[in-house]
């Protein structure tokens, strides 16, 4: 057990918390709030894993995940923007719903085995570097789209017209009808494309990371994304810093797991540390990150710059339609 | 958070009197709705539930009318459903407080175990204690130790205004391990085959049984007692006005001279007392000993009590028992082979369905009052 395992095991670990903090960050930028990941991760999870065995395609039932998981969204979408919901409460009703559907229609698949499942590709050239090709260049194809998804999406948000386009519609709608941006439309959508990469997040836990199927395989991960997300101030790059920061947190704790509480990293030695308390771990490193980051929003002087989007959870509608 | 005021924020701490629109039309409808909408809202979700039941072969009909037996179709299962709905009350009641000031306390179940390990640390320590001294005691424990185990988020809101729900949220994953590691652990009978759970408490310890040949325990007091407290605080105090206040809008409670940021961290610690008293009540009135699986979810399935129930206390109570049924039918669901996620399932769908009612109505309320306004344009 060497440190180069543990960081490939970082990037594993939290490739699907990254994808689904990239989809909530685009939810949020869009000025809506949704905290029902952890329902969508587990019916994009299950809707992966019932699409791959039904078809026996693995891309196909990473679309499934992502369908699953964009459906359950357009839930919310039309509650919270349509009906004028709660948008808090909406997100509580959407993990219980998504909880109980994934328990419900999953009953039948448990303990079975995907007849596929994502395996590592190792890139050509860069897999043999010393340290980063192990860590880096030997996964799976889910984890390369992760990869890509990080700059594009940075690159959307901060330099493309659509993306000024969605940034203004969650930081001032009014501004944005003005101009003739469709708030509600564009909300509608990016509910659903946050909802899809949540899904994408299930579907690498059920086809990749964990490729059978169990009750609750997310275990809290889409809760940890919701965190991540404002430790991330609602920017991609933090978002990557932040998924592998429970990554590395989250591999620690199944290695020593599998090797019963002891470790030797080869500078530190674990020794006999109790499964219980390794296991509070990831949630207890999320609570502290999120403390610094609101410690240094506080004492940080542009604050406009990093915080949330301005009408993030507020229901706009035009004053004149009243 | 923009904490600037604006005079829109500050208006009704200016002038209380000036008119709402709201709230002149309010009455007529109001009551209507208040009755009507949950009852809508639990036959719409369960003509949704219908669809997956459906899509595995399931006749809906026949498991809703297994549920109702279960619940309600003899007085065992009636016994049963008040049972359950004691903590429901208790950590609804708890939720309520702290939603009144628009804190999300998603934290209940995390606290509610907390309760529990108070309780159980004394019960274990002192099995010779007479009733009266350590039933006291274990009170008390609990509820400190539900109060502690919110304490945390309340700083933090209230210091670097971290956002409380995923904090307390985190705080139940720690709280469920930490109650693990007792149970598997430190705390686990020697007599018990490896089995993990703790050893039988003393019968001293026990609640007491209210109603013969029931598992109906003291708790029920606790949760009478709880309503009409919470109520007291929460509408006769101005305390209790300073909550609604808060919830409505903090800058108008900052600006009013209000302490916020005591007023966060109250509210968010006697939330967490009551569920922790939760705790208490169920492991020394029912289950008599610490074992893993103690709550069904009671902290989740007590913020949609609370909510269904608009936060007003008695109501609370009321919901509870709706509830009550619904989780006790659940474990006959799992006994006729019917997966437990059917019970998650439609608590969300009823969530979906209260809110939405909720939201329509305020808007059809609300339109309403705006027509007559406009109507008579001179009304003041």
């Known amino acids: 057990m060497d440190l180069v395992n543990l960081l490939a095991i970082t990037i594993a670990a939290g490739t699907p918390v990254l994808f689904a903090t990239l989809g909530e960050l685009l939810t949020e930028r869009s000025g809506v709030l949704n905290l029902g990941l952890e329902g969508m991760m587990l019916v994009g999870a299950l809707s992966a894993f019932a699409g791959t065995t039904a078809t026996g395609n693995l891309w196909l039932g990473v679309l499934c995940g992502m369908l699953g998981g964009a459906l359950l969204a357009l839930i919310h979408a039309f509650f919270t923007l349509t009906i004028g919901v709660n948008q808090v409460v909406s997100g509580l009703a959407l993990v219980l719903l998504g909880q109980g559907l994934a328990s419900y229609l999953g009953r039948g698949f448990i303990g079975q085995v995907v007849p596929d499942s994502f395996k590592t590709v190792a890139v050509p050239g860069l897999a043999d570097l010393p340290v980063l090709g192990p860590v880096l260049f030997r996964h799976d194809w889910l984890v390369y789209l992760s990869f890509g998804l990080v700059p594009v999406l940075a690159f959307y948000i901060y330099r493309t017209r659509p993306g000024l386009n969605l940034r203004s519609v969650g930081d001032s709608p009014a501004t944005a009808d003005a101009l003739g941006i469709a708030v509600t439309g564009t909300r509608y959508a990016y509910v659903c494309a946050g909802g899809a990469l949540c899904g994408l997040g299930g579907a690498y836990m059920s086809l990749a990371y964990i490729p059978s199927w169990n009750e609750n395989v997310t275990a809290g991960r889409g809760w940890i994304a919701v965190g991540l997300v404002i430790f991330a101030m609602w920017n991609p790059w933090r978002a990557l810093l932040g998924a592998y920061l429970f990554g590395f947190v989250d591999g620690l704790n199944f290695q020593l797991q599998v090797s019963q509480g002891n470790l030797s990293l080869g500078f530190i030695q674990f020794n006999q540390i109790n499964t219980f308390f390794l296991k509070m771990l990831p949630y207890l490193v999320v609570i502290a990150a999120l403390v610094f980051s609101q410690w240094r929003l506080k004492h940080n002087r542009n604050r406009e710059a990093s915080g949330p989007p301005a009408a993030l959870g507020q229901l706009y509608l035009r004053r004149d339609k009243n | 958070m923009n904490l600037k005021p604006t005079l829109e924020s500050l208006q009704p701490v200016l002038s209380p009197a000036a008119p709402t629109p709201l709230r002149q039309r309010f009455d007529s409808l109001n009551l209507l709705i208040v009755i009507l909408s949950p009852g809508v809202a639990i036959l719409l979700a369960l003509l949704f539930i219908a669809v997956p039941l459906l899509l595995t072969g399931k006749d809906p009909l026949l498991v809703y009318s297994q549920m109702y037996q279960a619940a309600w179709g003899d007085s065992y299962g009636q016994s049963e459903t008040l049972v359950k709905a004691i903590p429901l009350t208790l950590v609804g009641l708890g939720v309520a407080v702290a939603f009144r000031a628009r804190l999300w306390n998603i934290g209940a179940e995390g606290q509610f175990y907390a309760g529990v390990l108070g309780a159980t640390a004394l019960a274990l320590a002192f099995p010779d204690w007479p009733s009266l001294l350590i039933i006291p005691a274990m009170l008390v424990a609990s509820l400190v130790c539900g109060a502690l185990w919110a304490l945390g988020p309340a700083l933090l809101r209230s210091w670097l205004n971290v956002n409380e729900i995923i904090t307390s949220l985190m705080l139940n994953y720690v709280a469920l391990n930490l109650t693990n590691f007792f149970i598997y652990g430190p705390w686990k009978d020697p007599k018990g085959f490896g089995f993990p759970k703790t050893p039988p408490f003393s019968e001293a310890s026990a609640l007491p049984v209210i109603i013969e040949g029931t598992r109906i325990h003291f708790g029920l007091i606790f949760a009478l007692l709880a309503m009409f407290l919470v109520w007291l605080v929460l509408s006769k105090t101005g305390w209790g006005f300073e909550l609604k206040v808060l919830g409505e809008s903090s800058s108008t409670a900052r600006y009013a001279g209000m302490p916020v940021a005591r007023n966060i961290i109250v509210a968010f610690v006697v939330s967490g007392a009551l569920a922790g008293l939760a705790g208490m009540s169920e492991v020394a009135g029912i289950a008599h000993r610490l074992e893993p699986n103690l709550s069904p979810g009671y902290g989740y399935t007590a913020i949609i009590v609370a909510w269904l129930a608009r936060l007003n206390p008695w109501g609370i109570g009321l919901v509870a028992i ?47 009052a705006l027509r007559r306004k406009a109507l008579q344009p001179e009304e003041r």
């Open chain 2, 322 to 368: 709706l509830f009550g049924g619904l989780l006790s039918s659940g474990f006959t669901m799992q006994r006729l082979g019917i997966s437990a996620g059917l019970v998650t399932l439609l608590q969300g769908a009823i969530l979906f369905f209260v809110l939405a009612g909720e939201a329509l109505s305020r808007r059809l309320l609300y339109n309403r």
